[in-house]
């Protein structure tokens, strides 16, 4: 006989078997509800609730409820609803992201292949609606992403760089690039492509308004490399917004002690590009590196560490900034489907900081007091 008792307090995923299933009903309504609005507006809606979050950090209102486990060690606001089941990026985000894959397939779910225009599996900016198999697909995913998260924060990484685990990373970032990648299998999409140039490094048929045949037909044609942000591939371009980026989310970490509110102007400025404004740069992938090189490697921001701080965050900035560039040039360019190169980015450069703390490298005392540790 099942005993009670012993069922709501077993741990499954690190919850209880209750509170497990009261998160996932969450998260399935939050990646619902990513598809609904579209995943890119979802997500400006993180970087609005992140900004409200840290906000509330600072002024002495951190006591708010807690996020559950689902936070990247964020309180509040920031984590219950900005890394959370409701705008968290695992869910909203990659069940948005999902649901555009699985749309693009299935008649009048979203508008036709324009001629010229990148495939519409891509579209992430397009709000989705009501209609029911598309918001069920963003749920399934939205779930799949709390279950992954979970998983790798219970086997793989424990909740910070030094506290348990093998390696810390950021889990969520992760949750994002992979949630993409299943995406692309389920939905019979290739994983990456064929290039279409001399590799998937080479972006000269872009450049040069190379087309080709959409989905193997003969009326309508498609970029032949769609490279992620039009205004935002070409090396140095891409390594001075990463400086610039990296820079500023150092700055935000030595003076407020906030990991967070970079990343979340970052993607608060995003609503600018989901409405059309040109060439706004996309930068969370730089803002958090930054801040995360700055926290991970500097026990005392005062005086000269300070300085320290800043250049460690720029070039981390930079490193964001160029690995999302690889990534989208691997991943985003050649495909059919929207596999978002500053997840990649973000969870290669907070792996990149796990590995040097456990190869006894960074401010341990940092990590240990909690103040400047790197919460991931």
């Given at each position: ?19 497990l299933?009261y ?69 909203a985000?990659?069940?948005g ?39 069920a ?39 994002v ?25 080479d ?97 005392d921001p005062?005086g000269?560490?300070?300085i320290?701080?800043?250049v ?24 059919d ?40």
């Amino acid at each position: 006989m099942v005993d009670p008792v012993a069922l709501q307090t077993s741990a499954i995923f690190g919850f209880e078997p209750v509170r497990l299933i009261y998160w996932l009903i969450a998260a399935f309504a939050g990646g619902c509800f990513g598809a609904a609005i579209g995943a890119l507006p979802a997500f400006c809606f993180t970087g609005f609730a992140v900004i409200a979050g840290e906000a509330a950090n600072a002024i002495g209102l951190s006591d708010l409820p807690q996020g559950s486990g689902f936070e990247v060690t964020a309180s509040g606001l920031t984590g219950a609803v900005g890394f959370g089941p409701v705008f968290g990026p695992h869910v909203a985000f990659a069940g948005g992201a999902a649901a555009a894959a699985y749309a693009a397939k299935k008649e009048g779910a979203m508008p036709p292949q324009e001629d010229g225009g990148y495939h519409p599996g891509k579209d992430i900016t397009y709000a989705l609606g009501t209609r029911p198999d598309v918001l069920a697909v963003g749920g399934i995913f939205g779930i799949f992403g709390v279950l992954c998260r979970r998983l790798l924060i219970n086997v793989v990484s424990g909740d910070a760089i030094v506290a348990g685990g093998i390696v810390g990373f950021d889990q969520l970032a992760f949750t994002v690039f992979f949630s993409a990648l299943v995406h692309r299998v389920v939905f019979g999409y290739e994983l990456f492509g064929q290039p279409g140039g001399s590799g998937y490094f080479d972006m000269t048929p872009f450049e040069s308004g190379e087309e080709v045949a959409a989905d193997g037909g003969t009326e309508v044609m498609r970029p032949a490399v769609e490279p992620w942000l039009p205004h935002q591939y070409e090396w140095s371009n891409v390594a001075m917004i990463g400086l610039v980026a990296g820079l500023l989310g150092g700055f935000l970490v030595v003076e407020l002690n906030s990991m967070f509110l970079g990343f979340g102007i970052s993607a608060a400025t995003l609503t600018f590009l989901n409405l059309g404004v040109e060439k706004i740069p996309v930068t969370h992938h730089m803002t958090l590196p930054g801040s995360a090189g700055a926290a991970a490697f500097i026990a005392d921001p005062s005086g000269s560490g300070a300085i320290i701080a800043l250049v460690l965050a720029g070039v981390f900035g930079v490193l964001g900034a160029l690995i999302g560039e690889a990534g989208q040039r691997v991943f985003y360019a050649h495909g059919d489907t929207h596999v978002d190169p500053p997840a990649f980015a973000i969870f290669v450069c907070t792996l990149l900081v796990g590995l040097l703390h456990a190869a006894g490298i960074g401010a341990e005392a940092a990590v240990e007091s909690g103040v400047f540790g790197v919460p991931f």
